[in-house]
C-alpha cells in the first residue's frame, strides 16, 4: 500500500493512542483497542459522547479508540488475537506491544529455545527497543507508528501502512464476519 492511500482517520488513531500510551512510558503490557466510527458513537451514545467531549460537528470522518480490559503481563497479544472477533459495530482494532529488535546479522544466531531466544535477544549489544501501534479497518486500511527507546521523543516517531506486516495481519483476521470462526470481544 502506497502511503499517499493511507486512510487519514486511521492515521490519526493511531498516533492519538501511540501518543496517549508514550505518555505512560516504557514497560507496559499489551494494549487492544476497538476502533469505532466516532459519528456513529455520537448517534449510539450521546451521553457517553458527551463525556468525552465529542459533538456531530468534530465527529465526522474519524474513529475513536476504545481500550479494552488490560491484557496480563503473562497473557500473549497474539494469542488473545486469535481468540476474538469484533461485533459489527466496531470498525477497526488496534494493537500496542513492546518488543526487542534485533539487527539482521543477527538472525542466524538466536536460539530456538524461545526462552533462550529471549534471552539472547535481551543481552544482545545491538538490540533495539521499539513500541508498535498497529491499527487495521474492515474498509481494508492499514497504519502503524514505531517509537524506538533510544530516540524516545515525539518528532522521532514512524508511521506509515505496512511497518508491521505481521501484527497488521493478525488484527485484520480479527475483523471476520464470521462470528463461527472465533469468540467475539467484549
Given at each position: 500500500?502506497?502511503?499517499?492511500?493511507?486512510?487519514?482517520?486511521?492515521?490519526?488513531?493511531?498516533?492519538?493512542?501511540?501518543?496517549?500510551?508514550?505518555?505512560?512510558?516504557?514497560?507496559?503490557?499489551a494494549r487492544l483497542y476497538a476502533l469505532v466510527d466516532t459519528?456513529?458513537?455520537?448517534?449510539?451514545?450521546?451521553?457517553?459522547?458527551?463525556?468525552?467531549?465529542?459533538?456531530?460537528?468534530?465527529?465526522?470522518?474519524?474513529?475513536?479508540?476504545?481500550?479494552?480490559?488490560?491484557?496480563?503481563?503473562?497473557?500473549?497479544?497474539?494469542?488473545?488475537?486469535?481468540?476474538?472477533?469484533?461485533?459489527?459495530?466496531?470498525?477497526?482494532?488496534?494493537?500496542?506491544?513492546?518488543?526487542?529488535?534485533?539487527?539482521?546479522?543477527?538472525?542466524?544466531?538466536?536460539?530456538?529455545?524461545?526462552?533462550?531466544?529471549?534471552?539472547?535477544?535481551?543481552?544482545?549489544?545491538?538490540?533495539?527497543?521499539?513500541?508498535?501501534?498497529?491499527?487495521?479497518?474492515?474498509?481494508?486500511?492499514?497504519?502503524?507508528?514505531?517509537?524506538?527507546?533510544?530516540?524516545?521523543?515525539?518528532?522521532?516517531?514512524?508511521?506509515?501502512?505496512?511497518?508491521?506486516?505481521?501484527?497488521?495481519?493478525?488484527?485484520?483476521?480479527?475483523?471476520?464476519?464470521?462470528?463461527?470462526?472465533?469468540?467475539?470481544?467484549?
Amino acid at each position: 500500500m502506497d502511503d499517499l492511500d493511507v486512510d487519514p482517520a486511521l492515521a490519526s488513531v493511531v498516533l492519538e493512542i501511540e501518543q496517549h500510551v508514550a505518555e505512560g512510558g516504557w514497560d507496559q503490557p499489551a494494549r487492544l483497542y476497538a476502533l469505532v466510527d466516532t459519528a456513529d458513537l455520537v448517534r449510539r451514545e450521546p451521553a457517553l459522547a458527551s463525556l468525552m467531549g465529542l459533538d456531530a460537528a468534530s465527529a465526522e470522518g474519524s474513529l475513536t479508540p476504545v481500550e479494552q480490559d488490560h491484557l496480563r503481563p503473562d497473557q500473549l497479544l497474539e494469542q488473545v488475537l486469535e481468540a476474538i472477533t469484533w461485533p459489527p459495530e466496531v470498525a477497526g482494532c488496534a494493537a500496542v506491544v513492546e518488543r526487542l529488535v534485533l539487527p539482521p546479522d543477527a538472525d542466524g544466531e538466536v536460539p530456538e529455545d524461545p526462552a533462550a531466544a529471549e534471552q539472547y535477544a535481551r543481552e544482545h549489544p545491538d538490540r533495539q527497543e521499539v513500541r508498535m501501534v498497529a491499527g487495521v479497518t474492515r474498509a481494508g486500511a492499514t497504519y502503524c507508528a514505531l517509537r524506538l527507546r533510544a530516540h524516545d521523543e515525539d518528532t522521532s516517531v514512524v508511521g506509515g501502512a505496512d511497518l508491521v506486516p505481521a501484527l497488521v495481519a493478525m488484527l485484520a483476521a480479527t475483523l471476520t464476519d464470521d462470528p463461527d470462526e472465533t469468540d467475539e470481544a467484549s
